[in-house]
C-alpha cells in the first residue's frame, strides 16, 4: 500500500490524524484513545480530591468496567501505587451502595426501572472519549475536501466501526461531503477486497502441511483483519 506524500495538517489535532494514518492506525480509534489517556490520568492524578467529580458522583456518575480498570492501571503507571483509585472507589461504592439499597426495598416493577437505569454507568471518560470520536469524525470529513486527505483517507486503516460513524456522519452532511465520503468509501472496499482476498489465501495456508507456504503478506493481512474488526490497538506510551 502506498501512502500520498504527507498529509498537510494546520495544526496539533491535525497532526495527530495524520500522524495516525501515516503510522496505520485508525485515526478514530486513535483520537479515542488519546482522549481516554488524557481523562484517566486527570483523573488518577486529583480524582479523590476533585470536587467537581465528587459533586457529579453524587449525581449518579461512575465508571464503566473498562475505564475503572484503565484508572486503577494509570494510577499504578504514574505512582506505582492504587491509593488514590481506592479513595475514589471508595467514594463510589459507599453512594452506590446507599441507591441498591434503596432499589432492594422497591416493588419489582421499580426495581427493574432502576436497575435498566443503572446499567449505564454514565462514565466520564466514557463521554471524553466518545466527544473526541465525534470531533474526530468532523475534522475528517472537513479535511477530506483536500485531494491528499481523500486520498489519505481512502487507503486509512480505518476500523469498521469507525468507516460506520464516518459514513453515518457524511450522510447527515452536505452533498459535497456526501461525494467526498463516496469517493473515499470506494477506495476503502478496493482495499478491503484486497485485504480478503489475502486473507483468504492466509487461511487456506493455515493447516499444518500448508504452513510453511504462508508469506509475511497473508501474515500481515491476518493482524490487518483483526486491527479491522476489533479497533487499532492502544499505543505504548511511557509519558
Ligand atoms: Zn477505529
Ligand atoms: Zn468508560
Known sequence: ???PAKL?????EE???????????CPVCDARQEASYASLRGIAREGATDRGLRAQMDKGLGFCQLHSSGLSKMELQQTSSQLATAVLLDALLRRRL??????????AGNQYRGVAELADPRCPVCAQTAEASTAAVRRLLE???DPAWSGGLGA????????????????AGSKEVQARWSSIVAAQLRRL??????????AHNSTSDRRHLITPEQHAAG????????GTPDRDRQR
Open 193 to 202: 477486497e484486497a485485504l480478503q482476498k489475502t486473507l483468504a489465501e492466509y
Open 8 to 12: 498537510p495538517a494546520r495544526d496539533f
Open 98 to 107: 446507599a441507591t441498591l439499597k434503596k432499589l432492594a426495598g422497591n416493588d
Open 156 to 171: 486509512a486503516e480505518i476500523c469498521l466501526e469507525d468507516v460506520y460513524a464516518l459514513w453515518t456522519a457524511a450522510l
Open 143 to 145: 479535511l477530506s475536501a
Open 15 to 25: 497532526i495527530r490524524l495524520a500522524e495516525a494514518i501515516e503510522r496505520g492506525r
Open 1 to 3: 500500500m502506498t501512502m
Open 223 to 230: 493482524a490487518a483483519s483483526i486491527r479491522f474488526f476489533g
